[in-house]
């Protein structure tokens, strides 16, 4: 099961983009990388899933290089209410479901006024 | 289009006692995953169900069961609860066998308190 490692925490301020790495060294040939955000109290959100290069949507961008060893979640101009936590799940969730992705720490991101 | 929906929302349990919690997967989706998720913790796999049978299991007791139903949603049980049970429950939804979009959506969770 691919493992994940990204920063526990990181600050910003309104309006900047915010760029949050996460590694993935042994990922597998059939898992993707998704990236979900998390508030107090709820329940995981589903921000943007990619396999290889550059994948973008109304909210954020997602970058894989050519090894997949890597991915980074661009979120443009940030604002107050980004303040969350951001998990970088790696796995085969298109064809199981989830039950082989493996949800770490995440990173927080404080976004400041 | 109606997303994944789970019930209570709070509820505080003592020690011993039993516990269900109730999921509705998002509408079009088969399989339902249940995940633990401790204060300050990221979510931890509980089980899966697919087709009304547990397909997977993570690292949980016995204590934990589940059931899900011909309208695939599906029910989590805990019984004999420890302090420790305290978290907050969160059942996520899905296609299984996947394709292209294919990911998994969470509910808001339901908050357990043991004392």
């Known amino acids: 099961l691919a493992k994940t490692t990204q920063p526990i925490s990181m600050d910003s301020y309104e309006g900047q983009e915010v760029n949050i790495t996460c590694s993935h060294n042994n990922i597998a040939t059939n898992d993707y990388i998704t990236w979900y955000q998390q508030f107090p109290s709820q329940g995981p959100r589903f921000i943007i899933q990619?396999?290889?290069t550059k994948v973008t949507n109304e909210v954020a961008s997602l970058f894989i290089p050519a090894d997949r060893k890597s991915s980074t979640l661009s979120l443009p101009r940030v604002s107050l209410s980004d303040t969350a936590v951001y998990y970088c799940?790696?796995?085969?969730?298109?064809?199981?479901?989830?039950?082989?992705?493996?949800f770490g720490a995440g990173t927080r991101l404080f976004v400041k006024a | 289009d109606a997303g994944v929906t789970q019930s209570p929302t709070h509820l505080i349990k003592t020690r011993g006692q039993q516990v269900t919690l109730r999921c509705s997967p998002k509408s079009g989706h088969d399989t339902v995953s249940w995940y633990q998720q401790a204060l300050g913790q990221g979510p931890q796999f509980i089980f899966q169900?697919?087709?009304?049978?547990?397909?997977q299991r993570g690292n949980f007791p016995d204590r934990f069961s589940g059931h899900q139903f011909p309208n695939y949603s599906s029910e989590l049980n805990v019984n004999a609860l420890l302090l420790g049970d305290s978290a907050l429950y969160l059942c996520?939804?899905?296609?299984?066998?996947?394709?292209?979009?294919?990911?998994?959506?969470f509910g808001e969770g339901s908050w357990l308190t043991v004392v």
């Open positions: 996520a939804s899905s296609l299984v066998p996947g394709g292209s979009g294919n990911t998994i959506y």
């Open positions: 990619g396999y290889k």
């Open positions: 799940l790696v796995g085969d969730i298109r064809n199981t479901g989830g039950f082989k992705t493996i």
């Open positions: 169900y697919y087709e009304e049978e547990e397909r």
